[in-house]
């Protein structure tokens, strides 16, 4: 028995765990050992697709034992079974949609979408090179209407500005079909409706018999108030997006100081006695 038992731990990877020198320091992963060796179940809830972040496992040496949360909260991801348990599309009409919004209304965009575990893209720009070579992935280039279906997530890429102004038109057409939401500054996501973060996390730790006051969850973006809204303490790095501050999560150190670590020190102050 371990002061953790039937604690669960959720964090988002890039700039949480994943700081800014592309790496996760030695001092979360010694946190994150020493937290499920005392009986928590930890894992990553990311926007990452199976693709983009399995690669990562072996890069880092990533710990985890619960599933983890992948393309946003289109899918769930069992790495010990090697299969998914949770997998979501985007509704049938949604590539007529998407080819209208990027050849008429807004031409700007760059866009990516992934289809089983191939990422197929138009009009890559500036954000779109930037992204691919961080998460290391190979593409397929095409025009919109010649990629193969379904989708499991969307990614629309510009400056901010502009994608504010894309969210705010895909929330007043479709918000009843989609998620969009913000992964960073310049990545806008888009998933099925219901397919989020917090709608994940919260499923998996049903599966495992967690009680909400004994779930918690730390991430910087947008993407990640889904499942800070289901957090008993909902943290965040100190580098967290202005919208999770304002919101009011508890905020820690600076990804590059080790925020996770931070995070189960704060649970060890909590279940300590």
Avoid at 36 to 62: D, N, V, W, Y
Avoid at 132 to 145: D, H, K, T
Wanted: one cysteine or more.
């Amino acid at each position: 028995m371990g002061k953790f038992d039937g604690v669960m731990l959720f964090t988002d990877y890039d700039d949480t765990l994943y700081n800014s020198s592309h790496t996760v320091s030695r001092e979360n992963k010694a946190a994150i050992r020493h937290f499920m060796e005392q009986g928590g179940r930890f894992s990553i809830a990311t926007g990452r697709a199976h693709r983009t972040f399995t690669p990562q496992i072996c890069k880092e040496g990533l710990e985890f034992n619960a599933p983890v949360v992948l393309s946003n909260g289109a899918a769930v991801y069992d790495y010990q079974a090697q299969r998914y348990l949770k997998r979501t599309y985007l509704p049938d009409g949604a590539p007529q949609l998407l080819a209208q919004l990027c050849a008429q209304t807004f031409p700007e965009l760059g866009f990516e979408a992934y289809h089983q575990e191939d990422i197929y893209v138009h009009n890559p720009n500036q954000v779109t090179q930037i992204h691919l070579e961080r998460v290391g992935a190979p593409y397929i280039q095409c025009p919109i209407q010649d990629m193969p279906t379904p989708w499991v997530k969307v990614i629309l890429e510009q400056d901010h500005p502009y994608l504010q102004q894309v969210q705010a038109h895909l929330l007043a057409h479709w918000q009843e079909g989609y998620e969009v939401i913000f992964s960073n500054p310049y990545l806008l996501e888009v998933t099925a409706k219901g397919s989020n973060k917090g709608a994940m996390v919260a499923w998996i730790a049903q599966q495992y018999g967690i009680a909400p006051q004994n779930l918690y969850c730390i991430g910087d973006n947008q993407n990640d108030l889904p499942m800070l809204s289901c957090s008993a303490i909902p943290f965040a790095p100190a580098n967290c997006a202005q919208a999770v501050r304002d919101w009011g999560a508890t905020i820690l150190g600076h990804c590059d100081e080790h925020a996770v670590a931070q995070a189960i020190e704060c649970l060890e102050a909590r279940y300590s006695g």
